[in-house]
């Protein structure tokens, strides 16, 4: 196996671990152990459990920057709605490891995991700005939509902890949530009031 195929291979245990128990809990020899490889193997990839975070994170972010995105055609309700779906997806697959990565005084939170969270929010901002055709996008419009992204972090870590709502409730809820914040917006800034057309 070449060195980048065996950090691969440690990357994806790491991350099918995740599915059993939290990344807090997880140490070098579980992974090692899973991996069928030595602990010294495992170090000469990742000098610490929490370089192994950042990596497998790192690929649960370029996962969710890669699949969200609006289709091109159909409304921006529709596209709203088949992007956060596919957020969705993701997050309940990697159901742990995104719980670990937002939770608020997590062991695994570093300014590094940080930016990788910020990274899927920068993406999330920039494609509905883009979809909605906003040249330059107010400060009050950009508000609306991180606030949204809040919105949407903060709920599904709920859903992912407590499982009482079908999932396609939340999704038209969030959803919706977004359109009323967008038309309240509407009426505190002229800039944007064309997205009631939408």
Do not use: K
């Not at 440690?10 to 991350?15: E, G, N, P, Q, V």
């Not at 309700?77 to 159901?95: I, T």
């Not at 917006?185 to 009031?193: L, M, N, R, V």
């Amino acid at each position: 196996m070449t060195p980048q195929r065996r950090r691969e291979h440690l990357i994806r245990t790491a991350l099918e671990l995740y599915g059993r128990l939290p990344p807090d809990q997880l140490s070098a020899d579980d992974v090692a152990r899973a991996a069928d490889v030595s602990r010294a193997l495992f170090y000469r990839y990742f000098g610490n459990v929490a370089e192994l975070h950042v990596a497998a994170l790192g690929t649960v972010v370029d996962e969710l920057i890669s699949r969200i995105a609006l289709p091109a055609d159909g409304t921006l309700v529709d596209q709203l709605r088949a992007a956060l779906g596919e957020f969705l997806s993701v997050v309940e697959r990697h159901a742990n490891a995104y719980v670990a990565l937002l939770r608020s005084g997590s062991v695994i939170s570093t300014s590094e995991t940080d930016a990788l969270v910020d990274g899927v929010r920068d993406h999330i901002v920039a494609m509905i700005v883009e979809r909605m055709g906003v040249a330059a996008p107010s400060p009050l419009l950009l508000l609306t939509i991180r606030s949204w992204v809040s919105v949407v972090e903060g709920a599904s870590l709920s859903w992912l902890q407590e499982r009482e709502l079908p999932r396609e409730r939340l999704e038209a809820w969030l959803v919706d949530q977004l359109l009323a914040m967008l038309l309240t917006t509407a009426e505190h800034d002229d800039t944007i009031a064309p997205i009631r057309a939408q």
